[in-house]
């Protein structure tokens, strides 16, 4: 649905992306990390047909964002990092500004900004001026205006930066909602556990390079020559299963505790299948066998260490 | 404590004055006096053609102060209009207010940084002064008199300016305000300054200016001093929400109404419901949100003002001496000049400001019809205020028969003054497009105007100075003024002028001023000439607006 290939910014000398490419599939939620000025804004304008690349080219739902823009705002809602409202506007009359502006015509958009306004939880606020309402609010009116043309991908810069907890959940629900939905989204944030729950995958971007991208299991993959399994057993039998365990060649380390073992382990899921096998087999009263997921948090950790070393 | 401790003042001194820039500016400056000087200085005994002695010396003299009036007055709104509303657009205003500094710091600190560049300006012209002296014919005590009206006029305009700062949210309103409050006080203090009797003249700026001026000081100091103690929020941080009604509640003089003739030409009142299919969103937002996001204040101030000065010049210039219409016509280009580039000069540059662009530049609209519709919005509103003006002049063709008779004439001054609007709106446009700020913008439409309607008269009198030298005549000398409206609406044949007939019905002599000659041969009258170029020019300008406006958002990838 989105692809990025060989993109290339430089301000100057200043090379603020270099050579990025990913992509990212129809239905996907994939989320862009990076630390401040790592260059995810400058990819995600890019995105938008906002700004013209060094070299490189992008294609969104088939078009190339360079050549054929027109085509790439009607299929994306984008939504900036920074953005501001205009002012003496009421919140209908804004979403209605970009309703126009999206040539839906007035019969729809009378339904449309219903809705819109019903998803986000703005209807009480119809009447209200958009300048001032909270930040929270405006975050939400913007996202709403991204959405009344219905476009199948979301380009959001930072959708949750500057907001408080409670409207940072909100704001996460919503993007799972509208996942349901179907929507290919794209979401930035410099914050990882806000994307952790729900990206089905990430790129991890710094001082303008991709560090990695692809599904969150992928980059678990590769970066880690060693997973974690843990094996959770009906009973106390764990010296048995830790034995079996350390003897495979595959593992490299075990910790055993209550009646749950612990093994880190750089093989691949056929290897898995081997160990389970051979537990089953040795008659180790295995209750469930499961890689332990990683948290987003470590697997960053984890690719910016790789680079700091 | 207040001067040399200001820490407002020290900021924005270290910022200005160390800026490569204002040197530049400075030797410019002292660069084009000194020419002028050189021009004028008397070439020697066997060159008859020039004046020599004292008379050389008082007409240097008197471009020398009245270009530096003009220069202050012109100058002294554009460095100190922004000093407020540029801390309320960089949204540092609140900052300011809330830091221990008191109102009276500030206020002193924003003014002296604003002049003392103008009044650096104005001193390094002084050598000169007294070079002109070394001719003769001219008292140390007159040269005095003149530094202490010109400093006198800095500081007053530049106060009335910061007053003007204070009170709106935007730079592009404080300007407009300050000029108009600036330049009738100027007109007022040249004539009475520049009275040919001397002593009036000592009288008047010894006794009358520093009493006067010092009054206004006090008055509009103590204003300001509260607005900045107790700041309201309509002139607060720009991002509250104006209420219009509650606002008009307590409007003084004219009232806007929306829904009624003529005010619904330039602000057609908010929306109940959806807009039609076809509209031009962008054109909607502007004419019915935008206008009176910041208030209605500032133009009620523009149309206050406007009306007030034009009673009586309609009554001298229409009623008294008819043959004088086109100077009043003058005034309502004038006008046009002042309030046509703050609608136009902030379209694009306020989307940038407060970062709406990418917003509106990821919609289906495209480059073109949003700058058509900004120039549409702009070109709106100023053409009506503007015509509002032009009452009184159909008021004297319908009452007075020595023009009603010729009533093509008001045909051709209503053309001349519209064009007038389409030029100023499309350069406020194209140096929006062309600036970051607004300000800059601004200031930039303001020296483009004034390069294409005033310079021209300017190279015009200065020609006629020595068009017997290089053989110039009157015709070529029409052709360098086409592009100003001045010179288009003085061009337009009136009858002479009989003292003592005022009402004087049918009339057979005119006045017909040189048409334009052009190279070929061809002798067409300024006014159509200008009539025909203006649209070309405003239609290049826009152009230009719109290459810029594609140019700072895709290629040069700066959308924000
Ligand atoms: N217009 C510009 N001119 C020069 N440098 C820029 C410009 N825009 C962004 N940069 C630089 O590019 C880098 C990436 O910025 P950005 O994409 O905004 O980072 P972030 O990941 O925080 O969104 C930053 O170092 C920034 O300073
Ligand atoms: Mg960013």
């Not at chain 2, 209503?414 to 601004?442: D, F, K, P, Q, W």
């Amino acid at each position: 649905m989105i692809e990025v290939i060989n993109f290339t910014k430089r301000y100057g000398e200043f090379t603020a992306v270099d050579d990025l490419s990913f992509s990212i599939g129809e239905g996907e939620i994939f989320g862009f990390i990076g630390p401040n000025g790592a260059g995810k804004s400058t990819t995600i304008r890019f995105l938008a047909t906002l700004l013209r690349p060094t070299s490189g080219e992008g294609r969104i739902a088939g078009h190339s964002v360079t050549e054929d823009p027109m085509a790439v705002r009607r299929v994306i809602g984008f939504m900036p990092d920074d953005f501001g409202v205009y002012d003496g506007m009421k919140v209908w009359e804004f979403l209605d500004f970009f309703a126009v502006a999206y040539e839906i015509p007035k019969a729809m958009r009378r339904r449309i900004i219903g809705e819109v306004l019903e998803l986000l939880d703005l209807t009480h606020k119809r009447d209200d001026y958009v300048n001032g309402l909270s930040k929270g609010m405006k975050q939400r009116l913007c996202l709403a205006k991204t959405l009344v043309h219905d476009p199948p991908v979301l380009i959001l810069d930072e959708p949750a930066s500057g907001l408080d907890p409670r409207a940072r959940l909100e704001m996460k629900a919503l993007l799972n909602e509208l996942r349901r939905m179907g929507k290919t989204i794209l979401v930035s944030s410099h914050i990882l556990s806000e994307l952790a729950d729900f990206c089905t995958s990430i790129g991890v971007i710094e001082r303008g390079r991709l560090l990695a991208a692809g599904s969150i299991r992928d980059i678990q993959r590769k970066i880690r020559a060693h997973r974690v399994l843990k094996v959770e057993l009906t009973s106390g039998e764990t010296d048995r299963a830790a034995t079996i365990l350390r003897d495979d060649p595959a593992i490299d380390s075990v910790e055993a505790y209550g009646r749950s073992v612990t093994a880190e382990f750089h093989g691949d899921d056929e290897d898995m299948g081997r160990l389970l096998g051979r537990l089953m087999a040795a008659g180790v009263p295995v209750q469930s066998f499961a890689e332990e997921p990683l948290s987003l948090e470590e697997v960053f950790m984890m690719i910016t260490k790789g680079i700091v070393n | 404590m207040w001067m040399r401790e200001n820490p407002v003042l020290n900021r924005e001194l270290l910022t200005t004055l160390r800026s490569p820039r204002s040197f530049v500016l400075q030797f410019v400056y002292v660069a084009a006096l000194g020419a002028l000087v050189y021009f004028y200085w008397p070439a020697g005994v066997d060159d008859g053609s020039r004046m020599v002695g004292p008379g050389v010396a008082k007409r240097l003299y008197d471009i020398f102060f009245l270009g530096q009036f003009c220069l202050v007055a012109l100058l002294a709104p554009t460095f100190a209009a922004g000093s407020i509303t540029g801390e309320k657009e960089r949204k540092t205003y609140e900052m300011l207010l809330v830091s221990p500094l008191r109102p009276h710091t500030i206020l002193i600190g924003k003014l002296l940084s604003s002049l003392s560049y103008l009044v650096i300006l104005i001193l390094s012209s002084l050598p000169l002064m007294i070079l002109c002296y070394l001719l003769g014919g001219l008292l140390l005590s007159e040269i005095a008199r003149s530094y202490i009206v010109l400093v006198l006029a800095a500081g007053t305009f530049g106060l009335l300016s910061v007053a003007c700062s204070s009170g709106f949210g935007r730079t592009s309103s404080a300007l407009v305000v300050s000029y108009l409050v600036v330049l009738p006080l100027a007109a007022i203090c040249v004539a009475l300054t520049r009275a040919d009797d001397p002593s009036t003249r000592d009288f008047a700026s010894v006794a009358i200016l520093p009493p006067v001026c010092l009054m206004i000081w006090t008055v509009v100091g103590i204003v300001v001093n509260n607005r900045l103690l107790r700041p309201s929020d309509v002139g607060g941080q720009g991002g509250g929400v104006v209420d219009e009604e509650e606002e008009m509640k307590y409007a003084i003089g004219v009232v806007i109404d929306r829904d009624a003739f003529p005010d619904r030409l330039f602000a057609p009142a908010k929306r109940n419901d959806l807009m039609p299919d076809g509209t031009n969103p962008v054109l909607d937002k502007e004419l019915r949100s935008e206008i009176f996001s910041q208030g209605t204040l500032m133009l009620r101030v523009v149309i206050q003002v406007s009306m007030l000065l034009s009673i009586p010049l309609m009554a001298g210039l229409l009623f008294l001496r008819s043959d004088l219409a086109a100077y009043y016509v003058a005034y309502v280009l004038t006008f046009n000049l002042l309030v046509g580039p703050v609608f136009s000069a902030g379209s694009i540059t306020q989307e940038r400001e407060r970062q709406t662009l990418a917003l509106l530049l990821t919609t289906l609209l495209t480059p073109g019809r949003i700058v058509l519709a900004k120039l549409t919005a702009a070109m709106r509103v100023s053409t009506v205020l503007t015509f509002l003006l032009t009452e009184q002049i159909l008021l004297a063709y319908i009452m007075l028969p020595e023009l009603r008779g010729r009533p093509w004439t008001l045909i051709v001054f209503l053309l001349i003054i519209a064009a007038t609007c389409l030029t100023t709106s499309s350069v406020g446009l194209m140096c929006s497009a062309l600036s970051r700020r607004t300000s800059t913008a601004m200031v930039l439409s303001y020296l483009t105007l004034l390069i294409l309607f005033v310079l021209p008269l300017g190279v015009r009198w200065y020609l006629q100075g020595v068009s017997e030298e290089y053989d110039l005549s009157p015709g070529r000398l029409a052709l360098i003024t086409v592009t100003s409206p001045y010179a288009a609406a003085t061009s337009v044949p009136m009858h002479a002028y009989r003292p003592g007939d005022a009402w004087g019905g049918d009339r057979t002599d005119f006045v017909t001023p040189p048409p334009a000659a052009f190279p070929g041969g061809w002798s067409v009258p300024v006014w159509l000439v200008f009539l025909v170029a203006c649209p070309v020019l405003a239609a290049a300008f826009t152009g230009v607006a719109w290459i810029a406006f594609l140019w700072r958002w895709w290629k040069a990838g700066d959308g924000a």
